[in-house]
T-cell receptor
Framework: GENVEQHPSTLSVQEGDSAVIKCTYS??????FPWYKQELGKRPQLIID?????GEKKDQRIAVTLNKTAKHFSLHITETQPEDSAVYFC?????FGGGADGLTFGKGTHLIIQP | GAVVSQHPSWVICKSGTSVKIECRSL??????MFWYRQFPKQSLMLMAT?????????EQGVEKDKFLINHASLTLSTLTVTSAHPEDSSFYIC???????????????FGPGTRLTVL
């Protein structure tokens, strides 16, 4: 089955600086890679996702890059703000003609934005 | 749009009893729903995939006789934890994938989760 590794487990950055979180996956059949933000006791919120036929996607201060050959993808947050503090999870799954698999999540990164 | 609800939001039960958790997609139809479990300060682990009108598919290591899943309609899936024990205490979260979603997307909308505590 799929295995997703995520690093670092904790990331502390100064407000206004950039944050980068990296993930690797093992199953070359995976073709959909979302990133979720989860605040304590709350549901995961999708912040950005990317398909395997795209190398990069950007949405305002958030961007994701994907290297299919190396099987890794990264989340980039620029101009970090205090409200960006949360746990971030990467995930991978396979979408196919008849449906889709469930998500395999990384272990999460606790992002701390220092004022 | 794309709202998923779960009920109850939290439940405390005695060891040996069964607990049913409901997951509903409120404004869309979901042929496929997923059940995840999250222990404190850990990641989400996929337990099972629930397809409307058919048997659920369980991940390796998840006991299908202990975690009963029913997906009787396009907007409702239920998870029943049978004969619950303290080690089943966890945060159970469902997600729903809208029917007809483009084949290259697997966007899933998560419910708010159910905190189960077994005494």
């Amino acid at each position: 089955g799929e295995n997703v590794e995520q690093h670092p487990s904790t990331l502390s950055v100064q407000e206004g600086d950039s944050a980068v979180i990296k993930c690797t996956y093992s199953d070359s059949a995976s073709n959909y890679f979302p990133w979720y933000k989860q605040e304590l006791g709350k549901r995961p919120q999708l912040i950005i996702d990317i398909r395997s036929n795209v190398g990069e996607k950007k949405d305002q201060r958030i961007a994701v890059t994907l290297n299919k050959t190396a099987k890794h993808f990264s989340l980039h947050i620029t101009e970090t703000q205090p409200e960006d503090s949360a746990v971030y999870f990467c995930a991978a799954s396979q979408v196919f003609g008849g449906g889709a698999d469930g998500l395999t999540f990384g272990k999460g990164t606790h992002l701390i934005i220092q004022p | 749009g794309a709202v998923v609800s779960q009920h109850p939001s939290w439940v405390i039960c005695k060891s040996g009893t069964s607990v049913k958790i409901e997951c509903r997609s409120l404004d869309f139809q979901a042929t496929t729903m997923f059940w995840y479990r999250q222990f404190p300060k850990q990641s989400l682990m996929l337990m099972a995939t629930s397809n409307e009108g058919s048997k659920a598919t369980y991940e390796q290591g998840v006991e299908k006789d202990k975690f009963l899943i029913n997906h009787a309609s396009l907007t409702l899936s239920t998870l029943t934890v049978t004969s619950a024990h303290p080690e089943d205490s966890s945060f159970y979260i469902c997600s729903a994938r809208p029917t007809g979603l483009a084949r290259t997307y697997n966007e899933q909308f998560f419910g708010p989760g159910t905190r189960l505590t077994v005494l």
